[in-house]
């Protein structure tokens, strides 16, 4: 998905809007910096699978919402307060939607990994270790 949009990084935002001031600032850097943290989204989407197959969806919530608390951190830091420049705010939504599925990957990842939480049926050996 990456690869397709970094060929495509002039005609895909053309096809969502034709303002002039949009289209500058998503060429100028920011198009890019999505093209980048598709990796990232696609280990959160594959990860959400994983979770949902297990019978995780009360866990997804709690992981959501401690996916968030940090992202909304990001965007403020970033964009600031009262009216930033636009591309300080774009960069701000970008970088915070970037933190959310970062942890979202991880908050599944790890337990996953420790055969912990809703992954403790799948491994009742390492859950009697303690995820060892």
Known sequence: MAGAM????????ALFTRDAGTLALVSGGVWLFV????PINSMAFVWD???????????ACYQMAASCIPAVAVMLLLAGTGAPPPAAALAGVWAGLST????????????YQAGAGPF???????????GR
């Open 100 to 111: 959310v599925m970062l942890l979202r990957w991880l908050l599944i990842w790890l337990p």
């Open 35 to 38: 093209v980048l943290t598709q």
């Open 6 to 13: 970094a060929a495509g990084s002039g005609a895909v935002p």
């Open 49 to 59: 699978g994983v979770l949902f197959g297990a019978g995780g969806f009360e866990y």
């Open 120 to 130: 403790a049926q799948m491994f009742p050996a390492k859950a009697a270790r303690g």
